[in-house]
């Protein structure tokens, strides 16, 4: 039977290979959603909507009426600070009640909504947790956005024969301009501005960061636990734990990052990348020239806050993804190779020197 999902964030770090790994498939049509506009493609129609206009989404969503599958991978980041965190539990609880409310009225052939959340669910940002995380966990102290998500959608699904799937990766590592949730394209310019101006390769965070337990999860490798989870009868109504499956310390992973830029690692220097990048446009610009990179606007490329929050992070961050194993879903990723592996395909396209 056809298949017709629909991709909500369709341009970010997790819905663009989302998008790609269903269309792969052959036998997906996929309609993505987002704000901003994209070209459309074999099997692929893209919605430029905007999920917090009422009057926008019932005029461009009416018309999805055989959509079997939604998978809901949008985000609104806040600004970081406390009121500014707050202030965003709205409007992504709202994108997510507004565009699930649609596509369900409009099919009846729906039968599973994907959502995506993450591990901040048990308070990764917070500081020091229990480990290794567990989807039966207790939540953390509110507020998070997350939480409104799941409590809308739980509620909402109820009664009704369509079930969804609840995700939880930590630190996506895939390539979205514009995304501000990823670290690999702030490693990689990080490393590239650091050796243009002459410097080793130094870890930027927290001494301990460098040697606590950190795990990832590649983009790729999520959009395939998400096909999964779409699609696994035992997964109806399940939340669960999606990582690379293992787990590294940045100071054994930091040696082979400077070895695909050819530079030497240098002592530990803690710095607030946010503060120190900010007058780097004009150096990137001038890179750009020099070694014919692909253009992409300093500002899009790295979301520096995140890649402060990232290497900031000085406890275990430990996730346990036993359950998705015991129901079915058995891929895993070498993170330190994939570390090696995509910053070289950076390089390679151009995207860094």
């Known amino acids: 039977m056809q298949k017709k999902a629909v991709v909500v964030g369709a341009l970010g770090v997790i819905g663009r290979y989302i998008v ?3 269309v792969a498939e052959g036998d997906w049509q996929v309609v993505g959603l987002s704000r901003r506009p994209e070209k459309n493609g074999p099997r692929y129609r ?45 409007p992504n609880r709202d994108m997510l009640v507004n565009s699930v409310t649609a596509i369900a009225e409009a099919s009846r052939s729906l039968q599973r909504v994907v959502l995506v959340t993450g591990t901040k669910y048990y308070g990764t940002h917070l500081g020091p947790l229990k480990t290794p995380m567990r989807e039966t966990d207790p939540r953390h102290m509110p507020p998070d956005f997350y939480f409104d998500q799941i409590d809308w959608l739980t509620g909402f699904q109820r009664g009704k024969r369509w079930s969804w799937t609840e995700l939880r990766p ?13 670290i690999l394209p702030a490693i990689a310019v990080y490393a590239a501005i650091s050796k243009e101006l002459g410097l080793p390769l130094r870890f930027p965070g927290k001494p301990g960061a460098y040697g606590t337990i950190y795990q990832v999860t590649e983009s790729s490798h999520f959009a395939s636990a998400a096909l ?14 999606i990582t690379n499956g293992d787990y590294f310390r940045w100071r054994n992973v ?15 220097q803690t710095i607030n990348l946010t503060q120190q990048m900010a007058d780097k446009a004009d150096l990137w610009a001038e890179m750009s020239r020099k070694y014919k990179l692909k253009k992409f606007d300093f500002g899009q490329l790295v979301a ?16 346990d993804v036993t ?24 390089r390679k396209e151009k995207i860094v020197p």
């Open 254 to 268: 930091w040696p082979r990052i400077a070895q695909v830029f050819g530079m030497q690692v240098g002592e530990l």
């Open 304 to 319: 520096w806050p995140f890649a402060d929050y990232v290497f900031g992070s000085d406890w275990d961050v430990m996730s």
């Open 323 to 346: 359950k998705s194993r015991q129901h079915g879903f058995h891929e895993v990723v070498d993170s330190e190779a994939m570390f090696e592996r995509l910053l070289t395909r950076f």
């Open 170 to 182: 930590q630190t996506l590592c895939g390539f979205a301009p514009g995304t501000a949730m990823s």
């Open 20 to 22: 790609e790994r269903l």
């Open 228 to 241: 999964w989870a779409a699609t696994e009868k035992r997964a109806a109504n399940q939340a669960y734990n």
């Open 46 to 90: 893209h919605v430029s909507v905007d999920l917090l206009d009422l009057d926008d989404v019932a005029a461009k969503l009416k018309d999805l009426r055989d959509v079997t599958h939604v998978f809901y991978a949008a985000f609104q980041p806040g600004t970081g600070n406390a009121a500014g965190y707050a202030s965003v539990i709205a």
